[in-house]
Nanobody
Framework: QVKLVETGGRLVQAGGSLRLSCVASGRTFDSAAMAWFRQAPGKEREFVGGISGRSDRTMLADSVRGRFTLSRDAANNTINLQMNSLKPEDTAVYYC???????????????????WGQGTQVTVSS
């Protein structure tokens, strides 16, 4: 059974940093794209960033580029989202998602991702 578990979310002050991790179990994802999405209260879930399969190329949303970075720890079947210079508008539940095996390309659409975690809450106070 495939499972994605996000950790690292908490309350942080504006300007601070957080590191979210997503640990996958049940299969390896080094050949599949993985991504982070987020959903703020009353808003649609949106793409934050993704990392491609095999090449580990990354893509970030305009709203977080320059502040967030993505990385993959293939040995531990984990992806990480380093979030710096956090803003109150970054407050949301952050979800990890993974595409099916050999789907290496990053996409920004939720329907492209087969597996989802339960989410971790990030709250940025002003």
């Amino acid at each position: 059974q495939v499972k994605l578990v996000e950790t690292g979310g908490r309350l942080v002050q504006a300007g601070g940093s957080l590191r979210l991790s997503c640990v996958a179990s049940g299969r390896t994802f080094d050949s599949a794209a993985m991504a982070w999405f987020r959903q703020a209260p009353g808003k649609e879930r949106e793409f934050v960033g993704g990392i491609s399969g095999r090449s580990d190329r990354t893509m970030l949303a305009d709203s977080v580029r320059g502040r967030f970075t993505l990385s993959r720890d293939a040995a531990n079947n984990t992806i990480n989202l380093q979030m710096n210079s956090l803003k109150p508008e970054d407050t949301a539940v952050y979800y990890c998602a993974a595409r099916a095996t050999r789907a290496v390309a990053i996409t920004t659409t939720q329907i492209s991702y087969t597996y989802w975690g339960q989410g971790t809450q990030v709250t940025v106070s002003s």
